[in-house]
């Protein structure tokens, strides 16, 4: 036995949460536009109470014009209309809390939309104003001003400035937008950005949130000067590198092994982020009820990470790091290691997820000939995941996830074993990703595979995803058999073992446990004690190899993530919870 991480009993809600993403525009639909809105998600809350989690983080519901499914924010202080009002926000903030389940909104401080009206303000008035100084507006380089001030790439494809025509019909200066020309980067150094920031933050704790994801924490402050930089930045899974995967970045386990993952660029994890989260904290700690701040971060190594969340800076990052592992016992035993003595170097929780919905579903990369590695997106023309093999070892991930020491995150639809869309007609798709790689070296499908509508029930139209059948992204036939309904109440379904895992992970404290490796031979095997803080723990056995596995003589199986045959084996692709 190898003990990695100590039990760590205490009352903080966030260091234990398993906390529930629910993406607005695809949970539910009550008004049957075909976009899901802030009223259906308080319809179908009770779903989650069920389910067992113990909070909800919604992504953007702001008002915007969806260039980038809301992550490009017109107006931080309303709703969107597509997804209601301030008053359904209250009653969906209202009615989580009565089930006491937590509230995460998401806040999307490196860019605005280009409809903010303080970017309107820059685009009206002239270069070196007042009004541009809010954003990174900068000369052109070359004759005229006609090359971008950079080589700076956007992460969804083609150059990171777009050039703007000034007031008397010249060509003019370019602005920075990491992402999308629709979402133009804010430039931190300004006080009244920083200012707006705490404002808006307030503006949600007054309204009874309980914390904030924060959208690319590590981007918000950039490199003096805004040096050219040569490298590349992927979406999801920090620099590029020929090195290898974000698996064995994690290889040694040392926490501050300095990995393979290179240089972030000048535009990524600089210092100066974590002013800027200091300042906030300050802000969350003047509410009463703990809220928290969680950081959407693509660093690493894990140690760079951990920064993230010292004492005095955000209460969680997500773990990429273990999202991006293989299908492999020996990686999954290093990112777990190394994440525990990270986060433990500075008193702060760890945090798991295998989904979200920027990048392709756990069931399905797990069912790719390359198990567990990474596409930005799966298209028709793609190598199909194989969708049993994947769901089973979806499955047996979720499983090793759960019985974790610290917080989970569970992706909407995750409980359902849904996979990705893989064949959406090119004309269905939304993500600008898509189009700004299309037909180039870089095409990538997307991420609109993973944001399909949910299935609640397999007879009613859209599966019950709104009243009249409309869905924004079409669903698959064969969800029919994914449909909450088909499977609640049913034994060996993946809602049943969602929930089963859940209330075990709850009865015994399995959050503010602590983690112990069982050595062994097989190198195809994860096994590891967790010791809940009440005590009482689980023996995980996860087979990640080809071959049935013996169970130890005398094992007491407490939950499955498949079927067990008779022979006392645990199958390949397969997770066992035995009594400890
Ligand atoms: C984050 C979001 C992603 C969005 C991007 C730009 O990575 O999760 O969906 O496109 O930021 O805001």
């Known amino acids: 036995m190898t003990l990695v991480h100590a039990p760590f009993p205490t009352a903080e809600w966030w260091r234990t949460a398993v906390i529930y993403q629910v993406y607005p525009r695809s949970f539910a639909d009550s008004d049957g536009d075909g976009v899901g809105d802030l009223p259906g998600i308080t319809a179908r809350l009770d779903h989650l109470a069920r389910l067992g989690v113990d909070a909800v983080w919604l992504s953007p519901f702001y008002r915007s014009p969806q260039k980038d499914a809301g992550y490009d924010v017109a107006d931080y202080r309303d709703i969107d209309p597509v997804f209601g009002t301030l008053d359904d926000a209250d009653a969906m903030i ?14 999307v401080p490196n860019h605005t939309s280009a409809d903010h009206p303080w970017f309107r303000a820059a685009l009206a008035a002239a270069p070196g104003s007042p009004e541009r100084a809010r954003y990174l507006f900068r000369d052109g380089k070359g004759p005229g001003g006609a090359e971008p001030p950079n080589d700076w790439r956007s992460i969804f494809g083609g150059p990171a400035w777009t050039r703007v025509t000034e007031a008397d019909g010249t060509p003019g ?7 999308d020309t629709s979402q133009p980067d804010l430039d931190w150094t300004h006080p009244e950005v920083r200012a707006e920031f ?5 503006f949600w704790l007054d309204r009874g949130v309980d914390g904030f994801r924060v959208d690319v924490a590590h981007g918000l402050v950039k490199a003096d000067g805004l040096p050219d930089w040569g490298g590349e930045v992927e979406m999801v899974g920090g620099t590029v590198d020929e090195g290898g995967d974000a698996a064995d970045d994690a290889a040694a386990e040392d926490a501050d092994v300095v990995t393979g993952a290179g240089d972030p660029g000048p535009m990524f994890d600089q210092d100066g982020v974590h002013e800027i989260y200091r300042e906030w904290r300050k802000v969350l700690d003047e509410y009463d009820g703990e809220r ?15 920064r993230y969340v010292r004492p005095d800076e955000m209460h969680q990052a997500f773990n990429f790091t273990f999202l991006t592992t293989r299908w492999d016992a020996a990686a999954y035993r290093r990112v777990i290691t190394a994440s525990l003595r990270a986060n433990d ?22 069912g790719l000939p390359d198990a567990g590695s990474r596409p930005h997106g799966i298209g028709r023309d793609d190598v199909q995941p194989d969708e049993e093999l994947g769901l089973r070892r979806g499955r047996a991930a979720t499983l090793l996830m759960l019985a974790l020491p ?3 995150y569970v992706y909407q639809g995750e409980e359902l074993g849904l996979p990705e869309h893989t064949t959406l007609p090119d004309e269905v798709r939304t993500d600008p990703a898509f189009f700004r790689t299309r037909g180039t070296d870089e095409a ?5 595979g993973c944001r399909v509508p949910l299935p609640w029930e397999a007879a009613a139209p859209a599966f019950g995803f709104s009243p009249t059948g409309a869905s924004w992204l079409p669903q698959p036939q064969s969800w029919a058999r994914y449909a909450a309904d088909a499977q609640d109440g049913v034994e060996g379904s993946t809602l049943e073992m969602y929930r089963a895992a859940l209330r075990l992970r709850r009865e015994r404290r399995l959050g503010a446990g602590g983690l112990e490796w069982v050595d062994g031979d097989d190198e195809s ?5 967790t010791v809940g803080a009440d005590g009482r723990g689980v023996a995980v056995l996860g087979n990640l190899g080809a071959t049935p596995l013996p169970l130890p003589p005398g094992a007491r199986v407490l939950l499955a993530s498949g079927p067990l045959p008779d022979d006392d084996t645990v199958p390949a692709d397969t997770t066992v919870w035995l009594e400890a």
């Open 406 to 408: 610290g917080s989970a």
């Open 525 to 529: 095997v994860l096994a590891f004690r």
């Open 198 to 202: 705490v404002s808006v933050l307030r």
């Open 292 to 306: 928290a701040l969680v950081a959407e971060a693509w660093v690493e190594p894990l140690s760079r990470l951990a």
């Open 94 to 107: 209202a009615a989580a809390h009565e089930r006491g389940l937590r509230v995460i909104v998401d806040l």
């Open 173 to 179: 200066q370019w602005y920075l937008h990491l992402f």
């Open 345 to 366: 170097t500075v008193g702060a929780p760890t945090t798991w997820v295998l989904s979200n919905h920027d990048v392709v579903r756990h069931p399905s990369r797990l």
């Open 444 to 448: 990538e499908a997307g991420r609109d």
